[in-house]
């Protein structure tokens, strides 16, 4: 039987490519679909699912992008990912994964209770709250990054030291994500980037970044990485802590080799994670997913 595959992106582009190629060696079909697309019908009978190119409920959702948007919007296109769970339909990484990874704040909070070393973080709603942390902050000889509360590939990111003046508020939406600054030894910053699947570390890259941000979206370079003992426990540990199917870990180590989860990624590229390891990240993960929608839950492999 031919299974149909919906995969949720925008721009397909080398990950569309190479998923769809891996889909096609199971005998399995793709399309690509926009979330802004979708929505709802309840007027009668039917799928109530409105997916264009499925008539009938797809046989496996794999998630590429989540677009942004009005808060109603980003509601609606987590909305159609519950719905396809709730209707059995297997989606990887799943709405609730989701909703946990693109929120920083709950991503902090989530890692922090279960005891996984994160970098100490405020997430405050006043102006006022912001400046008494960042007062406090340097008195104590600490720098901090504000970042997005929403947000990926080092956009917006603003590393905060004595005396410089505080972004504009309006920048934010009025939330305010701090971080303290962890300093790595050097200026050139790095750190590692570990791919997680179905609980289980797979491969890591290090990522040198041009400055102090080493997302590869701002012009990190990516090498192949020995995966560590250290590395693979904390990666599998923040995976498990945000329910992941699969995840982008990224971890660095201070001055002193202290080791900190900086993020945790649901929807991770993998392009120059696949390039640096000379490893077939695209066909791992497509192997997964069927075998998740085979199982008829990706719950029970978490």
Not at 26 to 31: K, L
Not at 86 to 108: F, Q, W
Request: overall charge negative.
């Amino acid at each position: 039987m031919n299974r149909r595959i919906a995969i949720f992106t925008d721009d397909p582009g080398w990950h569309g490519a190479r998923l769809r190629e891996a889909f096609e060696t199971h005998g399995c079909s793709c399309e690509f679909v926009s979330l802004q697309q979708c929505g709802f019908d309840l007027s009668g009978a039917g799928e109530h699912l409105v997916i264009p190119g499925f008539e009938t409920r797809p046989d496996g959702v794999f998630v590429r992008g989540v677009p942004g948007g009005t808060l109603e919007q980003v509601v609606l296109y987590l909305d159609i990912l519950h719905a396809l769970t709730h209707l059995g339909v297997c989606v990887y990484n799943d709405g609730r994964a989701i909703e946990r990874s693109v929120d920083k704040g709950m991503t902090s909070f989530l890692l922090h209770t279960a005891g996984i070393p994160t970098p100490p973080t405020w997430v405050v709603g006043e102006e006022r709250d912001l400046t008494r942390i960042v007062k406090h902050e340097f008195k104590a000889g600490n720098e901090l990054v504000l970042k997005p509360l929403f947000g990926s590939q080092g956009d917006g990111l603003v590393r905060i030291r004595q005396g410089d003046t505080l972004p504009d508020p309006a920048h934010y939406n009025g939330v305010f994500y701090l971080q303290r600054f962890i300093h790595t030894g050097n200026e050139d910053a790095h750190d590692w980037r570990v791919f997680v699947i179905n609980g289980q570390a797979v491969a890591a890259m290090l990522r040198h970044g041009e400055g102090w941000i080493s997302n590869v979206a701002q012009g990190a370079r990516c090498h192949p990485a020995v995966l560590d003992q250290e590395l693979k426990e904390l990666a599998e540990a923040a995976t498990r802590a945000l329910s992941m199917s699969y995840a982008g870990v990224d971890i660095l180590r201070d001055d002193k080799g202290r080791a900190y989860v900086i993020e945790v990624n649901s929807i991770p590229a993998w392009k120059g994670l696949q390039q640096a390891c000379q490893m077939d990240v695209t066909q791992l993960l497509v192997d997964d997913f069927l075998c998740c929608c085979h199982d008829g839950s990706l719950t029970e492999v978490i």
